[in-house]
């Protein structure tokens, strides 16, 4: 590979996350301030920035920022932008990875969001997209997908059309194939049931041409921009009762078992020396089984 490619791609990549992270962070909080509701009576919400490093990282950027809120909207949502400086794969996980049982070194930066609301009657999201690049291979992934609590297909199916104009604009087939792998991905098994409204997710996308992958990534992230914020100011001024919360937090319960048994990111983080409270961030706050 060429290295000074390499490093232009690394530094783009890494201020489109960071570029990304703080275009959300300022339309989320504008919704706080917009917000007229059953919690009104308390403050908006505001995100807290929390620059972390890496254990024996080699440069004090070696890490990331996780930026938590807890409002009257989002009940809890957490953003993190992160890059791997000088990762290292085990020896378990270099196997699967092309040229790391010669170089286990690798570089990856990443933004990555859940967002867990107060509503019961507005859906839980995700969003995460990544670049990651080892000794012999460079590559993108990531997806998004919509969580609520109770099925509304309107909600689902804006959702799903903002993806698939994003989709659409990069590659004929990227919507259906992606919506499948997303379907695929975010299920449970031992429930028999999907995790929510889906989505789509892709990973290890390298088509031989860098910028087209950058783009779509980019895509991505913003067609979310567009459409999730949009369901939230139609859904967050309706009314619910305790029953509705009850549901909601059961339904909770489904979110962290998918991410504690078989979310790859996780799994990835903790096999990876990542920072604990940045894996587990995703974790809702609060949560119950029947």
Same mark, same amino acid.
């Given at each position: 590979?060429?290295?000074?490619?390499?490093?232009?791609?690394?530094?783009?990549?890494?201020?489109?996350?960071?570029?990304?992270?703080?275009?959300?962070?300022?339309?989320?909080?504008?919704?706080?301030?917009?917000?007229?509701?059953?919690?009104?009576?308390?403050?908006?919400?505001?995100?807290?920035?929390?620059?972390?490093?890496?254990?024996?990282?080699?440069?004090?950027?070696?890490?990331?920022?996780?930026?938590?809120?807890?409002?009257?909207?989002?009940?809890?949502?957490?953003?993190?932008?992160?890059? @791997?400086?000088?990762?290292?794969?085990?020896? #378990?996980? =270099?196997?699967?990875?092309? *040229?790391? !049982?010669?170089? $286990?070194? +690798?570089?990856?930066?990443?933004?990555?969001?859940?967002?867990?609301?107060?509503?019961?009657?507005?859906?839980?999201?995700?969003? @995460?997209?990544?670049?990651?690049?080892?000794? #012999?291979? =460079?590559?993108?992934?990531? *997806?998004? !997908?919509?969580? $609520?609590? +109770?099925?509304?297909?309107?909600?689902?199916?804006?959702?799903?059309?903002?993806?698939?104009?994003?989709?659409?604009?990069?590659?004929?087939?990227?919507?259906?194939?992606?919506?499948?792998?997303?379907?695929?991905?975010?299920?449970?098994?031992?429930?028999?049931?999907?995790?929510?409204?889906?989505?789509?997710?892709?990973?290890?996308?390298?088509?031989?041409?860098?910028?087209?992958?950058?783009?779509?990534?980019?895509?991505?992230?913003?067609?979310?921009?567009?459409?999730?914020?949009?369901?939230?100011?139609?859904?967050?001024?309706?009314?619910?009762?305790?029953?509705?919360?009850?549901?909601?937090?059961?339904?909770?319960?489904?979110?962290?078992?998918?991410?504690?048994?078989?979310?790859?990111?996780?799994?990835?983080?903790?096999?990876?020396?990542?920072?604990?409270?940045?894996?587990?961030?995703?974790?809702?706050?609060?949560?119950?089984?029947?």
């Amino acid at each position: 590979m060429n290295t000074t490619v390499n490093e232009e791609h690394k530094t783009r990549a890494r201020a489109w996350f960071q570029e990304l992270r703080d275009r959300i962070i300022a339309e989320f909080e504008k919704i706080e301030d917009e917000y007229s509701g059953q919690l009104s009576h308390l403050p908006p919400g505001r995100f807290e920035r929390k620059p972390w490093t890496r254990p024996g990282g080699l440069r004090a950027d070696d890490g990331g920022v996780i930026s938590v809120m807890k409002g009257r909207v989002f009940e809890k949502i957490a953003v993190m932008t992160s890059t @791997n400086l000088n990762g290292t794969f085990s020896p #378990e996980m =270099a196997k699967t990875i092309k *040229g790391a !049982d010669k170089d $286990p070194h +690798f570089w990856s930066s990443s933004i990555s969001l859940v967002a867990h609301m107060q509503n019961p009657h507005v859906p839980a999201v995700h969003i @995460n997209t990544r670049h990651f690049m080892a000794a #012999e291979t =460079a590559w993108f992934g990531g *997806g998004t !997908d919509l969580t $609520p609590m +109770f099925l509304n297909d309107e909600d689902a199916r804006a959702f799903h059309a903002a993806l698939k104009r994003a989709c659409d604009a990069h590659g004929a087939d990227y919507y259906a194939r992606y919506k499948k792998w997303c379907d695929e991905y975010f299920y449970l098994p031992h429930r028999g049931e999907p995790r929510g409204a889906g989505g789509i997710f892709y990973d290890h996308m390298d088509t031989g041409d860098w910028e087209a992958d950058f783009a779509f990534t980019r895509a991505v992230g913003l067609a979310f921009l567009e459409v999730y914020p949009h369901i939230v100011r139609k859904r967050m001024g309706q009314p619910w009762t305790e029953a509705e919360r009850e549901h909601q937090l059961v339904r909770r319960g489904r979110y962290v078992e998918f991410n504690l048994l078989y979310d790859r990111g996780t799994q990835f983080g903790l096999k990876t020396g990542g920072n604990v409270e940045a894996i587990l961030m995703s974790m809702p706050p609060e949560a119950r089984w029947p």
